[in-house]
């Protein structure tokens, strides 16, 4: 029984068990109260009785002491007796206001006889109900033993019993009902957190643009809702985020997975459309078959080239414990002169300048992928820009890191493709044909592997200038 009450009461709403709990708090409190009342008036009104029956056994002790009994009639329902006390025993002595039933009377006078200071007892007479007994000693050997109807005390108590039951029944039951009321406006704004928290529940997340347009208003409450509240909202703030990045990183992996399914098709075809040719008689003479076996070479290793910047793509952006750069002390001016090297042989339509400064720049880096992170940049300036376009490598030392500029004087970017400039497969010039635009991996590769030394890489420029800015922390030099 007290198990499914206790699962009854578990199941009910906040609101209504903090307003019973309130109302058994307050049933408590008034239990406590009613009682020490209660016996604060029960106890003023039996000293009352008392003190009144001080001052009437003082005439009848005089009385007692003159004719040797009461012979004044007491107040009604009120008795009195006079006992000869001595050797233990108490004599009653006659004509007496005395009930059938005694002998609580006269086991309090044999007790007075012991006693030095007057005596005051509570008692139950048979037939009579409670009364309260006071003994006084007469004169040496003579005790007067008075006893006075508790009724009226007990009927004024019970009424103030009945009074306090009424009273606090009543502000109990207002103290519910108002409480409840109260506890119900106070605990609105967790409602409406409830409220918000369903719609979002029956919020479709799977949507590449979803977004939580639900969010809690509302300034009641106190301080703790409120910041209940900010917390709520920080929370779907979040959540809103979260799945903004969510979708953003859906939206570039299936363009990822579209633009490397298009790069990879295209050798693909043509290795497939040059096997085919083997089937011909034309491919069977010697030179033919040369011809087809060098396009065969490569369509394989443009497929294996573009294979290996994914595969270093991908284990730039998995953080791989063992990562793909070989750390070690090298000359970036010695790189750089390198490069442009290698830029002037395989592009000599394209004037080159190269500013390195007087002395070396040693820092520590991985050679060879610093040295690809330079010809791409290079090569990208060859690429986007028409034949005898001015290209230039700046080469500067700041306090606590190096700079190269890699600038050219082409058609410049324009400005919606520059947030995008560095992602996979993109491509500024969509017109370009793969064979002199390369596959759009170019920058990803060079900026993935300029964050992986902890470097940054900037675009800068404007219309008629690309400036392509590495900065790479020197922790040596």
């Known amino acids: 029984m007290i198990r499914r009450l206790w699962r009854a009461y578990r199941g009910l709403?906040?609101?209504?068990?903090?307003?019973?709990?309130?109302?058994?708090?307050?049933?408590?409190?008034?239990?406590?109260?009613?009682?020490?009342?209660?016996?604060?008036?029960?106890?003023y009104l039996e000293r009352q009785l008392a003190d009144q029956m001080k001052l009437v056994q003082v005439v009848q002790s005089k009385d007692a002491a003159e004719h040797g009994t009461v012979r004044r009639k007491?107040?009604?329902?009120?008795?009195?007796?006079?006992?000869?006390?001595?050797?233990g025993s108490a004599d009653l002595r006659t004509p007496a206001e005395v009930p059938a039933d005694n002998r609580a009377l006269t086991a309090l006078a044999r007790t007075m006889a012991r006693s030095d200071e007057d005596l005051t007892r509570t008692v139950r007479i048979g037939g009579h109900g409670p009364y309260l007994l006071r003994a006084c000693e007469v004169e040496p050997g003579v005790v007067l033993v008075s006893a006075a109807p508790l009724g009226d005390v007990e009927d004024t108590v019970e009424q103030l019993v009945?009074?306090?039951?009424?009273?606090?029944?009543l502000a109990l039951l207002a103290l519910v009902v108002f409480g409840r009321r109260m506890l119900r406006r106070g605990l609105k704004p967790l409602s409406d957190m409830a409220g918000t928290a369903h719609g979002i529940a029956s919020h479709d997340l799977s949507e590449s643009a979803a977004r939580l347009p639900l969010r809690v208003d509302g300034r009641d409450g106190g301080r703790e809702v409120a910041e209940l509240r900010t917390a709520f909202n920080t929370m779907l703030e979040h959540i809103d985020d979260s799945l903004a990045v969510r979708a953003e990183a859906e939206r570039r992996l299936r363009r990822f997975v579209a633009d490397a399914s298009h790069e990879l098709r295209t050798p693909l075809m043509s290795v497939r459309g040059y096997a085919d040719l083997f089937q011909y008689a034309a491919a069977d003479e010697?030179?033919?078959r040369e011809r087809?076996?060098?396009?065969?070479?490569?369509?394989?290793?443009?497929?294996?080239v573009l294979l290996d910047d994914l595969l270093l793509l991908a284990r730039l952006d998995a953080d791989e414990v063992e990562a793909p750069l070989r750390w070690e002390e090298a000359d970036l001016t010695e790189l750089v002169r390198q490069a442009a090297d290698a830029f002037r042989a395989g592009h000599p339509?394209?004037?080159?300048?190269?500013?390195?400064g007087p002395a070396g720049v040693t820092l520590r880096l991985d050679p060879q992928r610093m040295r690809q992170v330079l010809d791409n940049l290079l090569t990208n300036a060859a690429v986007h820009t028409p034949p005898g376009t001015e290209v230039s490598v700046t080469l500067s030392v700041a306090p606590g890191a190096a700079r190269v500029a890699v600038a050219d004087r082409g058609p410049g970017v324009?400005?919606?493709?520059r947030e995008r400039i560095f992602d996979r497969f993109y491509r500024v010039d969509k017109a370009r044909s793969r064979?002199?635009?390369?596959?759009?991996?170019?920058?990803?590769?060079?900026?993935?592997?300029?964050?992986?030394?902890?470097?940054?890489?900037?675009?800068g420029g404007g219309p008629g200038v690309t400036v392509f800015t590495v900065t790479l922390p020197a922790a040596a030099r």
Do not use: C, K, N
């Open 13 to 43: 709403r906040l609101g209504t068990r903090l307003a019973l709990g309130l109302g058994a708090l307050s049933l408590v409190v008034f239990a406590v109260v009613g009682t020490v009342l209660t016996a604060y008036m029960r106890d």
């Open 74 to 87: 007491p107040y009604y329902g009120w008795y009195t007796a006079v006992y000869d006390v001595s050797a």
């Open 162 to 169: 009945m009074v306090q039951v009424v009273a606090f029944g």
């Open 286 to 288: 010697p030179g033919e």
């Open 292 to 304: 087809h076996l060098a396009r065969l070479r490569a369509e394989a290793a443009r497929m294996g």
């Open 349 to 356: 339509e394209h004037p080159l300048t190269v500013a390195t």
């Open 414 to 417: 324009p400005a919606a493709d």
């Open 435 to 459: 064979d002199r635009g390369g596959s759009g991996l170019g920058l990803a590769v060079a900026g993935s592997l300029v964050r992986a030394h902890g470097g940054t890489i900037e675009l």
